[in-house]
């Protein structure tokens, strides 16, 4: 059974931390690595990986795929309130459904 | 550009009525659509995905069903709703080689 696995599933931190969040995974038919924002509806989109060691950057957000170690992380530095959400991992796949995703990790920065 | 369109954004249904969801896409063709249920505090569940018209593939037994009767429509029903169908409803599409989903802004469900 295709499974994606996400740590910490909850995580508080002050304005100006740095965080690192995990998502792993286990699929028989890996095509790509993507991550999301949730606020309050509507997840957004973030990233999409499909190779290791390459990284993608957006302003304070950054990820990085290992695919040998079947992982990924997505690191946010000088965290801010408006950080503040559920950050979802999701493995697309190449057959059916195409898309797995693990249950979140909700993000609390407090000021 | 592309843009999805879901709605109503909330409802309360009693126990026993039924339900119908509504999601549409503007500005691609042929696109994959989804539907997800999303429990509180919980990732997404999968429910039903489209690869074109009249079709239909179903991930999840339940009381629910969908349907698919234009390109860019998609919608979610139920004959009798029961207390566990409460939840966020997502609907979701993608398309082209980039393999990437876009959600709509979701309809939170209250069954009572």
């Known amino acids: 059974e295709d499974k994606v696995v996400q740590s910490p599933l909850s995580l508080v931190v002050h304005e100006g931390d740095t965080v690192t969040l995990n998502c792993s995974y286990e699929?028989?038919?890996?095509?790509?690595l993507l991550w999301y924002k949730q606020e309050k509806k509507a997840p957004t989109f973030l990233f999409m990986l499909?190779?290791?060691?390459i990284e993608k950057k957006s302003g304070r957000l950054s990820s990085i795929l290992d695919k040998k170690e079947l992982f990924s992380i997505l690191n946010i530095t000088a965290t801010q309130t408006g950080d503040s959400a559920i950050y979802l991992c999701?493995?697309?796949?190449?057959?059916?459904?195409?898309?797995?995703f693990g249950p979140g990790t909700r993000l609390s920065v407090l000021p | 550009s592309q843009t999805i369109h879901q709605w109503p954004a909330t409802l309360v249904q009693p126990v026993g009525s039924p339900l119908s969801l509504e999601c549409t896409v503007e500005?691609?063709?042929?696109?994959?659509l989804y539907w997800y249920r999303q429990a509180a505090g919980r990732g997404l569940q999968l429910l039903f995905y489209?690869?074109?018209?009249?079709?239909i593939s179903s991930e999840v037994p339940q009381n629910l069903s969908a349907s698919r009767p234009q390109d860019r429509q998609f919608i979610l029903s139920s004959k009798k709703l029961l207390l566990s169908d409460s939840g966020f409803y997502l609907c979701?599409?993608?398309?082209?080689?980039?393999?990437?989903?876009?959600f709509g802004a979701g309809t939170r469900l209250s069954v009572l």
């Open positions: 979701a599409w993608s398309a082209g080689t980039k393999n990437i989903q876009y």
């Open positions: 699929v028989t038919n890996f095509r790509s």
């Open positions: 499909t190779s290791s060691g």
């Open positions: 999701a493995v697309g796949l190449n057959y059916g459904q195409n898309f797995v």
């Open positions: 500005g691609t063709s042929n696109p994959n």
């Open positions: 489209s690869v074109g018209i009249g079709q």
